[in-house]
């Protein structure tokens, strides 16, 4: 309304001043003719709004206007949100109840949250060390949880574990294996073997960060009984010899996980956007060690058991629930051999097949 106001006001102008403008077109050397066609055309108020709308500035205002509009929008609603999360803290940092109510709502979703910090975090890796920043998951185990039973329907045609070769598996096979539930073989994972004297080479290298660092160790052997007492001196020919014997090194951080990748390499066939979580075993076993169940990890459902080194036998059966209606299957493992399963659907029992000394390596994969 205030646009049409100014250019009836501009008209009107123009009218009483008719005269003047003739004389100003005739200093600037124009011809009468020129004059009455200008004068005529700025009086006439016949111009085409349709073709100024359809100009292409002015759909380059309308483009630039939207823009704008969309860009205050966001930062509009990212500064509503960041006031709304400030407010939020403020206010549990100071009022239990609040914060009770607020770790009661976010504790389902801690794991996801965090996660999507350290994926987001990846490209941050390539300029400096963050390490530090989340150095180690807080992984305590609940006697008093109950895994829920899984539909033992989905494991009832399962005869024996699928044999692949590693070298033609890729990430669209693993993802259609994991969604299955179905163990699988993947043979020749790694292509070197592991062995105690390994993994001793890779501990001196970072003996101090790896001793200070958060872990649990297990042994059955009386004089190991910490990382130090396996590492610090060469237990290799002991190691041989002792027929019955378990070590297990559960590592859940950074920088242990960063040396154990030297050894063991993220599979190639695992997609990029699935996560190897920081929670880790390495399992050393003399040659005739009783049988045992592999760990059950509670950062990831979907395990990776990798023989780095000797021949053992695994025993996969599936959960109480599910023992009358699916069969267990027994997988033999070379070294390189890898075993990707489920926990939520079989518990894996390892029991040796010959007379040297087993490296085994289990982590748990996040899809």
């Given amino acids: 309304m205030a646009n049409n106001n100014s250019v009836e006001e501009y008209l009107v102008y123009l009218k009483e001043n008719a005269n003047e403008l003739r004389q100003l077109g005739k200093k600037w050397g124009m011809t009468e003719e020129e004059i009455n066609s200008c004068v005529t055309e700025a009086l006439s108020m016949t111009e085409n709004k349709e073709e100024l709308k359809k100009s292409p500035k002015n759909k380059a205002r309308k483009c630039w206007s939207y823009f704008l509009f969309a860009l205050k929008f966001q930062l509009a609603f990212c500064l509503l949100v960041f006031v709304l999360i400030a407010g939020i803290y403020i206010t549990a940092s100071y009022h239990e109840p609040t914060q009770r109510a607020v770790i009661k709502v976010i504790m389902p979703y801690s794991y996801e949250i965090m996660r999507l910090v350290r994926l987001a975090a990846v490209p941050l890796h390539g300029m400096f060390n963050i390490s530090s920043l989340y150095n180690s998951e807080c992984l305590i185990e609940n006697p008093y949880f109950i895994q829920e039973t899984p539909d033992c329907n989905i494991c009832r045609s399962f005869k024996q574990a699928k044999g692949l070769n590693a070298s033609t598996f890729n990430a669209t096979k693993f993802t ?63 190691i041989d010899a002792h027929e019955n014997q378990h070590i297990d090194w559960h590592s859940t951080t950074v920088k242990a996980s960063a040396g154990l990748r030297t050894l063991f390499p993220r599979p190639h066939y695992l997609p990029p956007e699935t996560e190897v979580t920081l929670e880790k075993h390495v399992l050393i076993d003399g040659p005739n060690t009783t049988a045992y169940h592999l760990p059950v990890m509670n950062s990831s459902p979907l395990h990776l058991y990798t023989q780095g080194s000797g021949k053992r036998r695994l025993l996969v059966r599936p959960v109480e629930g599910c023992k009358e209606y699916c069969n267990s299957m027994l997988v033999f493992m070379d070294p390189g051999d890898a075993l990707l399963y489920n926990r939520d659907m079989w518990r894996v029992y390892l029991s040796t097949s010959g007379d040297t000394t087993s490296v085994g390596y289990v982590i748990a994969i996040q899809i």
């Fill in 176 to 238: 259609a294996y994991a969604n299955t539930l179905k163990p699988v073989k993947l043979m020749k994972t790694i292509e070197r073997n592991i062995t105690y004297s390994d993994i001793r080479k890779m501990y001196l290298e970072t003996q101090d960060r790896l001793v200070a660092e958060p872990h649990q160790f297990t042994s059955t052997v009386p004089s190991i009984q910490s990382l130090s007492q396996l590492f610090d001196e060469d237990h290799g020919e002991e």
